[in-house]
């Protein structure tokens, strides 16, 4: 190998081949199945049609339907475009979310240096934190109080509780926020 790449004829050839495989590349490429266009004409005694459109004039007239004429697949919608949402779209939308659902179960209660742990999903928790949408506001030797934005309920040792929160809200109804209000 070292041989070869010590004569200059071999060195020369290899140089030419790869210019010319770097110009292919960079040449631009004509699509398949388009004419080439030809030139104006260099005689400036023929007239061209009145109706004849110049090149960039008639690329930018042409429609949608010319564009699927002339590609063969449709033309898709501009992902960067602002976004337009009809009244039909967003009922859609507003029947296509499902609702949350939550459901705990409280399976133990003890109390440990002065504060009560619950297991509840078959986590350890204790009051002040959060499962989803609920946050234990007390625990005790009969239960825990949970808070929600429905309101507050008492979920005893054992027992289930299910939270059903509409994906949409109607109006006038605050979807999953607590308001509290301290003066």
């Not at 008639?58 to 004429?69: G, I, M």
């Not at 619950?118 to 928790?125: H, S, T």
């Amino acid at each position: 190998m070292r041989k070869l790449l010590n004569n200059p004829w071999i060195v020369t050839a290899l140089a030419v081949v790869a210019v010319a495989c770097a110009a292919r590349s960079l040449w631009p490429a004509r699509p398949e199945g388009v004419a080439p266009t030809i030139p104006a004409a260099a005689n400036p005694t023929e007239t061209q049609a009145p109706d004849a459109l110049p090149a960039t004039a008639a690329t930018a007239a042409l429609s949608s339907d010319d564009l699927t004429n002339l590609t063969g697949t449709a033309v898709r919608r501009d992902p960067f475009a602002p976004a337009s949402r009809t009244a039909s779209v967003a009922t859609a939308t507003e029947k296509a979310n499902p609702d949350f659902v939550e459901t705990v179960h409280l399976s133990a209660l003890w109390a440990q240096d002065g504060v009560t742990y619950a297991v509840m999903n078959g986590n350890i928790v204790r009051p002040g934190d959060e499962i989803g949408r609920l946050k234990i506001e007390s625990a005790s030797a009969d239960g825990v109080w949970l808070v929600h934005w429905k309101g507050r309920d008492h979920l005893a040792l054992g027992d289930e509780f299910t939270l059903h929160t509409p994906a949409t809200a109607p109006l006038g109804e605050s979807n999953g926020a607590v308001l509290t209000s301290s003066l």
